[in-house]
């Protein structure tokens, strides 16, 4: 009767399985319940600065403050200033928006005079003041030695590039000299033209040239400090990495001592690896500081490997022997520290001098 019992439990169990798995292919099979829409012909493409006309609107941008970077969440919060110089009745300010701004409740875009002053020649000028989240995706290959740019991205809401094209107004953009990024120097401001093409019209039928906007792109560019990774980050490593090699140095009968220092180092260095990677900690690419730490890993338990084989070797050993032993592991100790070095200095160098 158990058997019976335990058959007819299987036989249940199997046919909801089966049962479940047809379903759920049923429910995920595309053709059954999903569209699936051919891609936009669109592209983003760099161009030049375009000629004086009629329809240009001369932008200008001067950052007073960089802060909150966030790694994890690829965004950073930006103030200061940006201004609009045009001819006509085009009113450029009042269909501005800042394309990689986040938190759009949160940007605030504060217009310094309620109306557009008109210049002496004819031009009219408005100044807006801004603060707000941006959204760039950060480049954390080379890291903590990476270098950043931090994007502010100008399009019109309304007008395509054949009546509203942006020009910077670059002999008068620039950064305050008092802007501090904590962490990174600053190195300067450029920007660049964009034709954004969006592939469609948006609704309106038959107006295929409503496609095409202009786009201006300002970058504020910053280093990482490098004394930041010298003294913080690759000191500590190499003081353990140091005591590590020290265990091939001692007396090959101090078995226990000897077995425990490569342990703790290899322990320590975990711990060290996860704080210097704690502002990164979300990255999807492979940086630089988990390359020097692969290297520091391999040190480590090439350590540990040859401290276990002398220890198989050490019980029994004759004078003799132990010197044979000991000699070896000086032969390790250069190898080791001479290799581990090298691979170093070629991973850190062009990263410094770049």
């Excluded at 802007?179 to 954004?196: A, E, K, Y």
Aim: charged fraction near 15%; hydrophobic fraction near 45%.
């Amino acid at each position: 009767m158990n058997l019976k019992k335990y058959f007819s439990i299987v036989v249940v169990l199997v046919a909801a399985f089966v049962g479940a798995s047809t379903l759920s292919s049923s429910a995920a099979d595309p053709t059954t319940t999903n569209s699936t829409f051919a891609p936009l012909d669109g592209s983003f493409e760099p161009t030049v600065a375009p000629a004086d006309g009629d329809n240009v609107v001369h932008v200008g941008l001067y950052g007073t403050n960089v802060y909150e970077l966030s790694f994890e969440d690829n965004t950073f919060y930006f103030s200061g200033y940006v201004w609009m110089r045009w001819k006509g009745d085009l009113s450029p300010t009042s269909t501005l928006e800042f394309t990689n701004a986040v938190e759009t409740w949160g940007l605030m875009i504060t217009p310094l005079t309620e109306e557009p002053e008109q210049l002496p020649n004819g031009d009219y000028v408005q100044t807006l003041s801004v603060q707000g989240r941006f959204y760039k995706a950060f480049a954390l290959n080379d890291y903590p030695l990476d270098s950043q740019s931090l994007s502010i991205m100008l399009e019109d809401t309304t007008n395509t590039a054949d009546k509203i094209t942006y020009k910077v107004d670059d002999a008068q953009s620039g950064l305050d000299p008092n802007m501090r990024v904590q962490g990174f120097q600053v190195n300067g401001l450029s920007s660049q033209n964009f034709l954004h093409k969006y592939g469609t019209d948006f609704g309106y039928t038959g107006t295929s040239n409503q496609q095409t906007y202009s786009t201006l792109q300002f970058d504020i560019h910053i280093d990482r400090n490098a004394n930041l990774f010298l003294w913080k980050l690759l000191l500590p490593l190499l003081l353990v990495l140091i005591t590590n090699w020290l265990t091939l140095m001692m007396n090959p009968k101090f078995v226990e001592v000897r077995t425990a220092m490569p342990a703790t180092a290899l322990l320590t260095t975990v711990f060290l690896q996860l704080s210097a990677m704690e502002s990164v900690s979300q990255a999807s690419v492979l940086v630089l500081m988990d390359q020097i730490y692969l290297v520091a890993y391999a040190s480590i338990v090439i350590t540990l490997a040859q401290v276990i084989l002398d220890n198989r070797s050490v019980k029994e050993a004759d004078e003799a022997r132990l010197t044979a032993i000991s000699k070896r592991d000086r032969v390790s100790l250069a190898v080791q520290s001479i290799g581990t070095a090298a691979i170093l200095l070629l991973l850190i160098v062009p990263k410094l001098m770049s």
